[in-house]
């Protein structure tokens, strides 16, 4: 069974940085390609970036890109999402998901295992 558990979130003004992580238990993170996903109050989940097993694959929604970053410690189980610039639009719960497979997915059905979510509230 896989545990994932997200930290990090807060209040910041816009234009400032927050670095959220995701621990993922249980099994071989390595093993595991990560992807992180955010909801605003009524709206859909929607995709934020993605992370290969080995952190040698990452992609990112347009809407993050030059902004955001997705990285990973293996040996910690541990992925972040560095986020700079934010903006009142960035602001909603974030949630990171992991999947048993080399490459990361920006597709929602793809990942097996979640986390709770973290918090994100940006203000003007």
């Known amino acids: 069974q896989v545990q994932v558990a997200e930290s990090g979130g807060g209040s910041v003004q816009a234009g400032g940085s927050l670095r959220l992580s995701c621990v993922v238990s249980?099994?071989?993170?390595?093993?595991?390609?990560v992807g992180w996903f955010r909801q605003a109050p009524g709206k859909e989940r929607e995709f934020v970036a993605t992370i290969g097993r080995s952190g040698g694959s990452t992609y990112y929604a347009d809407s993050v890109k030059g902004r955001c970053t997705i990285s990973r410690d293996n040996a910690q189980n541990t992925a972040y999402l560095q986020m700079s610039s934010l903006k009142v639009d960035d602001t909603a719960a974030y949630y990171c998901?992991?999947?048993?497979?080399?490459?990361?997915?920006?597709?929602?059905?793809?990942?097996?295992?979640w986390g709770q979510g973290t918090q994100v509230t940006v203000s003007s």
């Open positions: 998901a992991a999947r048993a497979s080399t490459y990361g997915s920006i597709r929602l059905t793809d990942y097996a295992s």
């Open positions: 249980g099994r071989t993170f390595s093993n595991y390609a």
